[in-house]
Each structure stands twice: as structure tokens, then as C-alpha cells.
T-cell receptor
Framework: KAGVTQTPRYLIKTRGQQVTLSCSPI?????VSWYQQTPGQGLQFLFE???????NKGNFPGRFSGRQFSNSRSEMNVSTLELGDSALYLC????????????FGAGSRLTVL | KNEVEQSPQNLTAQEGEFITINCSYS?????LHWLQQHPGGGIVSLFM???GKKKHGRLIATINIQEKHSSLHITASHPRDSAVYIC?????????FGTGTSLTVIP
């Protein structure tokens, strides 16, 4: 079966713009979690969604938001982009909330100029 | 202070060597993950542990809950094992990650 699909794979934005990233989980998986990876901070947890509800949230400002649709697909949005938001954004899907079995997507690489 | 500490940061080994990567954590956890990341970014989950030991092919992962420590072992290392290995723990509603161990296996 298809894996976790993230789109777009690469994108370039300028400061102040906003961006929306998409994650389609493995069929049947109902939980999606999002992570940011930067050379300086490494991997950091952003948030986790299950059944269209945000279950958990990491320590990120309110500019970072997300949602999950009834088909379990998830989007994350970053508003008022800053240079420091340049990162690889990864999502992972899991059958249930609790994210103890994770399958990662290939990531969306965001560059903010 | 980092909730998850990994060692070593970098590791170079000759093909065939036995490799150990260590992970210590300071929070109460419900699960510990070992992740593998190849150049280009994709992450693969190798193991999820809450106790004891797991084995998959040449990879073995152990966890000692009392000592808050986990190890990832690679037996008979191969150049295709070259990657960054990341330890991650789930603690309550949060996920914490180590900074990763960059492994290079030389033929």
C-alpha cells in the first residue's frame, strides 16, 4: 500500500509570506504528527492530530497551526514566515493516537529568503 | 538541558565491525524509538521499545527503564548502514529527540 505522501517536496518563500504543507497518511491510519528538523535544533515535535482533533502540541509559536480532515489527511500552516522557519518538515502517520508506531513521509523542505 | 542525550555524535567504523550507539533520557517515557535517516532526509522507524530487547536482522535495540538508557547495536556493519541514527522518546504528550549519531561505515 502507498506510504505517507507529503507535498510539496520543495518550496521557496520570502519572509512574511505564509505556507501550507500537506500530508496524506497511509490508508487506514488515523493519526498524523508533524515535526520540524533544522541543523541547529535537530528534530522537534510540532503537533499530533487524531480524528480531526489536535491531541498534542509542541513548543512552537501560534504562527504554526494545523488541521486534519475527515479522510485523515492533514495540513500544517506557517504564517508570517521568518528566516528561521527554513527547515525540513516531516509528518508521520500511525494507526491510532499515541504515535507509538510511526511511518514517516519524505518531508517538505522549506526555504525562507 | 536536553531530555535526550546520544553518544557518540559521530562514529566511523570498518565494514564488519560491531557498533553501539547509546541514548540516555531524563524524563518518564511511554516508548522509545530508534530512527534512521539517510542523506536526503527520509526517516525510517527501526524500533519502538517500552521494555526489554528487540532484534531485526543485524540490528538489536535494548532498553533499561530503571537506568533510563537504551542502546542500538549493529552487528557485521555494512556501508549501507551509513546514516544518522536518532533516539526519540514519547513522554506524556510530548516527543523529545536526541541530536543524532552520524555513522559512516567504510568498505
Amino acid at each position: 500500500k502507498a506510504g505517507v505522501t507529503q507535498t510539496p517536496r520543495y518550496l521557496i518563500k520570502t519572509r512574511g509570506q505564509q505556507v501550507t504543507l500537506s500530508c496524506s497518511p497511509i490508508s487506514g491510519h488515523r493519526s498524523v504528527s508533524w515535526y520540524q528538523q533544522t541543523p541547529g535544533q535537530g528534530l522537534q515535535f510540532l503537533f499530533e492530530y487524531f480524528s480531526e482533533t489536535q491531541r498534542n502540541k509542541g513548543n512552537f509559536p501560534g504562527r504554526f497551526s494545523g488541521r486534519q480532515f475527515s479522510n485523515s489527511r492533514s495540513e500544517m500552516n506557517v504564517s508570517t514566515l521568518e528566516l528561521g522557519d527554513s527547515a525540513l518538515y516531516l509528518c508521520a502517520s500511525s494507526p491510532m493516537a499515541g504515535a507509538n508506531v510511526l511511518t514517516f513521509g519524505a518531508g517538505s523542505r522549506l526555504t525562507v529568503l | 538541558k536536553n531530555e535526550v542525550e546520544q553518544s557518540p555524535q559521530n562514529l566511523t567504523a570498518q565494514e564488519g565491525e560491531f557498533i553501539t550507539i547509546n541514548c540516555s533520557y531524563s524524563v518518564g517515557i511511554s516508548a522509545l524509538h530508534w530512527l534512521q535517516q539517510h542523506p536526503g532526509g527520509g526517516i525510517v522507524s527501526l524500533f519502538m521499545l517500552s521494555s526489554g530487547k528487540k532484534k531485526h536482522g543485524r540490528l538489536i535495540a535494548t532498553i533499561n527503564i530503571q537506568e533510563k538508557h537504551s542502546s542500538l547495536h549493529i552487528t557485521a556493519s555494512h556501508p549501507r548502514d551509513s546514516a544518522v541514527y536518532i533516539c526519540a522518546v514519547r513522554a506524556g504528550n510530548q516527543f523529545y529527540f536526541g541530536t543524532g549519531t552520524s555513522l559512516t561505515v567504510i568498505p
